[in-house]
């Protein structure tokens, strides 16, 4: 038992159990809804696609509920409407998944087809070629905003172009053009197994009987080996990188400013969480936020994120301004980072701080999609079924020393990579 903002709480108490071929399920019973959500993750995201073809993860994700080998899509479409379920399938750079949400009557039929799409993707030529047309629309999109022409910049600086994380999410136009039914089954085949698939199931439906059904919908998969994908470390920078990217018909540039950090099992990843907070998400945007847009006045927005993976990830300052404030903004940045890393946070940031990211933990736990998500995270870097008891714990044991300790460590303006999308051409500092 542990306290929240003076509560008493038991915790989630989840329950976690791995099939004979090797899937695991994750369930937590609620009762405030006659509902369930099931969100499927399979270890297949980005890092996984081949190098000279990035992109396959998530055209998998448009494509994978487009027909099965034994239904049509329209067949799978006329399933779920029919019991109004929407599949909601999503990619990040470690995984794929598939959500949806049912009435606990429905779980059963709706883990059944879940099972048919996740194991027997036909990948349909006609429905491959359909889908096509929707991620050359997406990829388009990126091309043309500068907020994500400069992410997908930084990201290729941090990591390299040959780096899983600096390729692009979506692929290239190119990529896009060259990926068809043989790409996409070659890629399933390589990467979907049941080891490296999980199931978390939260609603109103016991844990044992979420197992029978998961058992009665996914175990005559047959298991085979998972290959790890290995991602190699990042290179940690020795100097300062810049790039300006023109794109001169458009409003506004967007500044994408950042460091490679640390992996989501590093024992410092809480002072880093707490250090994130403090510089560009506390309050209404951290010290970041307090500077650049509300004392200067020169940003139409501007935070920080901490993104620690497998791998070191990115810690990312974005900031939006016009092209007269890109260098005065990236001025203050360095500024701003300059000081945390120098003097550290106050006792005040600290620990407010500490009570908001405790105080928000709750509220992210509200929802069957919220748990849900929350157990896959957990389970995937293996913290524990007991983890969201032991968060506050976590976060009230870090010291202002180790925060201090990873700004110095993590933000020196000198070691910064900056790109700049937008209508600039100019230099930076």
């Not at 990619?91 to 087809?113: G, M, Y």
């Not at 999109?141 to 040959?162: C, F, K, N, R, W």
């Not at 976060?395 to 999308?421: F, G, I, K, M, Y």
Request: aromatic content about 6%; overall charge negative; hydrophobic content about 45%.
């Amino acid at each position: 038992m542990t306290v929240i903002n003076g509560a008493a709480t038991r915790g989630l108490a989840p329950s976690r159990h791995v099939l004979a071929n090797g899937l695991t399920v994750l369930s937590k019973q609620t009762t405030v809804t006659p509902a369930v959500t099931i969100n499927a993750t399979i270890r297949a995201g980005a890092v996984a696609d081949p190098p000279a073809l990035p992109g396959v993860a998530h055209f998998t994700t448009k494509t994978i509920d487009r027909g099965t080998t034994t239904r049509s899509a329209d067949q799978i479409a006329e399933a779920l409407d029919s019991r109004g379920v929407s599949l909601a399938a999503t990619v990040t750079r470690q995984s794929l998944s598939l959500t949806c949400t049912c009435l606990v009557e429905d779980s059963d039929a709706i883990l059944a087809q879940l099972a048919d799409i996740i194991e027997c993707p036909a990948f349909p030529a006609a429905e491959v070629d359909s889908r096509r047309g929707e991620v050359i629309t997406l990829i388009r999109q990126d091309e043309d905003s500068p907020a994500a022409v400069a992410v997908d910049g930084l990201m290729e600086v941090l990591y390299g172009a040959d780096h899983p994380y600096g390729r692009r999410l979506r692929g290239t136009l190119a990529t896009a053009e060259r990926i068809d039914t043989a790409v996409l089954s070659a890629f399933h085949h390589a990467h979907v197994m049941p080891a490296s698939v999980s199931l978390a199931i939260v609603g109103d439906i016991a844990p044992q009987r979420a197992v029978d059904a998961v058992s009665t919908a996914f175990l005559a998969w047959a298991a085979t080996p998972s290959p790890p994908v290995e991602i190699p470390s990042p290179a940690p920078a020795r100097a300062r990188r810049t790039r300006v990217i023109p794109m001169m018909n458009k409003a506004q540039a967007d500044i994408a400013y950042g460091f490679t950090a640390i992996t989501r099992n590093d024992p410092a990843y809480y002072a880093y969480w707490l250090m994130n907070h403090i510089m560009g998400q506390y309050s209404m945007g951290g010290r970041l936020g307090d500077s650049i847009r509300e004392r200067q006045g020169m940003a139409y927005y501007v935070y920080s994120s901490l993104d620690a993976n497998l791998v070191p990830g990115p810690l990312m300052v974005r900031a939006g301004v016009s092209a007269a404030n890109v260098a005065r903004a990236v001025a203050s940045i360095d500024a701003e980072l300059t000081s945390l890393a120098a003097d550290g946070p106050t006792a005040h940031e600290l620990n407010e701080s500490k009570q908001y990211l405790i105080g928000s933990l709750p509220r992210t736990l509200e929802t069957n999609a919220g748990i849900a998500a929350f157990l896959q995270t957990a389970e995937f870097f293996g913290l524990g079924l007991d983890y969201d008891i032991r968060v506050p714990g976590l976060l009230q044991a870090v010291t202002r020393d180790e925060v201090h300790d990873a700004a110095r460590r993590s933000v020196n303006p000198e070691n910064a990579s900056v790109v700049v999308a937008g209508p600039y051409d100019g230099p930076l500092s």
